[in-house]
């Protein structure tokens, strides 16, 4: 194939690869997507062609693995409603010149397991890259496919406690290319695969860690986007969070707890509001709270803010989120519009990772919403926690895969850190998982209510979270050694 049939193949492969992410996770496409883009990029009479194919490779996978941020848009019709058609593909494009660029370097190298190692390498590096180029967008990593619900994906993403979900991304594509390479490389695929099944299943029979005693209500108060921000309903919103919350402490039987709130879940702006603070206090009886909402800071700029309140509701601690989404929560100035898509500019970025510190709760790791999709970025350095919570508000992407990619890249962090995360989410999903990213329980998508956990125990630092993102730029590197070496001892691409 040449030409637009051979751009048109590509695209094809990457839209069939987009089903191999969560929610669907059917993972064998891989094997069907992978060598049909190596093969293409072997087949191309120049790098350059080469990178034109992975551009429109990535174009169909981006495409169908982002279709969701349309519905944030449709809240905002009658403003955006030219985004509509452009949004999505525009976005998809940008992400694609990160597949674009690791095809071209393949193609520098001999068809065989060398461009393949070629591949997988630079795709590692490059999604490294995706995580920092413009405040970062890692969504949908390769990695995340092996997230399949139940034990099984227990099992398959143990590898993320040693390199992360950009690790695992390189795994997958080395195991996806294996059906185009010899039958010896397709048996040191199927040896690797075993040895992958085999750590997570000898990690998931270690001993439970011991949990800290402490009863967790996630509260998920399903107000719709539409009405989240009308000012008329801030009091009815305000009381039903209430409601909920004293439900949830009376299931916790009379056991030491701690109220979640979702993202700005609270209308009331808890920095200067004492009266909404003494209501929180009686309706959680006297436990402490982690509170979402909104706060202004001494030069009057917005936060996007995790209150941590006592039990006379004393604010004891706050967190400020950091990363913030561009185009939602920020106008950035790298890239001018010449029209104002956030009011104001948006909110103002915190400091950094932190770990709230506040009496009679054990040290806590904040994510506010987009956060969790930052491997390597979740945890204060030098200040481990013992548990991690994720407050978010995915009412913008409606029922969708968004919240369910969202949930996915949650799971991963509690694996990578060796840390219990607990969710709260507005309009769901709301979940618990344990130290080893399993799933205690969760609250579906549109649903009214509360959980009430039991905090499970965290684990010895992984590897991961020791090293972080050097141990998968090592593998990278490793692995394009491999695919250098390789080419040398086969002499020159033809």
């Not at 040693?162 to 594509?173: E, I, K």
């Not at 009686?282 to 909402?293: D, F, K, V």
């Not at 004393?314 to 929560?329: Q, S």
């Not at 694996?415 to 769901?428: D, F, H, K, W, Y």
């Amino acid at each position: 194939m040449r030409g637009w049939r051979a751009d048109l193949s590509a695209m094809l492969a990457g839209m069939l690869a987009a089903a191999a992410l969560p929610p669907i996770t059917a993972v064998p496409v891989l094997a069907i997507s992978i060598p049909v883009l190596l093969t293409l990029i072997n087949a191309a009479s120049t790098p350059w062609v080469a990178a034109r194919r992975g551009f429109f490779f990535g174009f169909g996978l981006n495409l169908l693995g982002l279709y969701w941020i349309t519905d944030a848009i449709l809240f905002e019709a009658a403003r955006f409603w030219w985004l509509v058609p452009l949004a999505v593909p525009a976005l998809a494009a940008v992400l694609a010149a990160f597949i674009a660029a690791p095809a071209g370097v393949a193609r520098l190298f001999r068809p065989g397991w060398p461009a393949a190692f070629a591949l997988a390498g630079a795709w590692g590096l490059a999604d490294l890259a995706r995580q920092f180029v413009a405040t970062g967008f890692p969504w949908n990593p390769l990695g995340s496919v092996w997230e399949f619900p139940g034990y099984a994906g227990d099992v398959m993403i143990q590898l993320a406690s040693l390199v992360g979900v950009h690790g695992m991304t390189v795994a997958t594509l080395l195991l996806a290319a294996a059906p185009l390479l010899s039958w010896r490389w397709r048996g040191a695929a199927a040896v690797a695969l075993l040895a992958w099944i085999g750590f997570g299943v000898l990690r998931l029979e270690g001993p439970a860690p011991p949990a800290p005693g402490l009863k967790v209500l996630l509260i998920q108060g399903n107000i719709a986007q539409g009405q989240k921000w009308d000012r008329t309903l801030m009091v009815s919103i305000f009381r039903h969070y209430l409601t909920l919350t004293r439900q949830a402490v009376a299931a916790a039987d009379g056991k030491p707890a701690v109220v979640v709130w979702p993202e700005t879940a609270s209308p009331a702006l808890l920095q200067t509001d004492a009266e909404a603070r003494r209501l929180i206090s009686e309706a959680t009886g006297g436990n402490q709270a982690l509170i979402g909402s909104v706060r202004f800071d001494r030069e009057d700029h917005p936060r996007n803010s995790l209150f941590a309140l006592g039990p006379s509701g004393t604010v004891e601690a706050i967190y400020d989120k950091w990363h913030l989404v561009p185009f939602g929560e920020y106008q950035p100035d790298w890239l001018p519009l010449g029209i104002q898509v956030v009011p104001g500019g948006g909110f103002a970025a915190g400091p950094g990772p932190k770990t709230l510190h506040v009496p009679g709760l054990p040290p806590v790791g904040a994510l506010i919403c987009y956060e969790a999709i930052f491997p390597g970025e979740v945890v204060a350095s030098g200040d481990r926690p013992d548990w991690m919570i994720n407050v978010t508000n995915d009412a913008w992407f409606g029922n969708s895969s968004g919240p369910r990619q969202h949930l996915a890249a949650v799971r991963l962090r509690a694996v990578e850190e060796g840390l219990p995360m607990m969710r709260a989410a507005n309009t769901g999903i709301s979940a618990a998982f344990d130290a080893y990213g399993h799933e205690i329980e969760r609250l579906g998508l549109r649903k009214t209510g509360f959980l009430a956990v039991n905090l499970p125990g965290s684990l010895n630092s992984t590897l991961f979270s020791r090293y972080g993102l050097l141990l998968p730029a090592l593998l990278c590197a490793v692995v394009l050694l491999a695919a250098v070496r390789g080419a040398r001892a086969g002499g020159e691409r033809p």
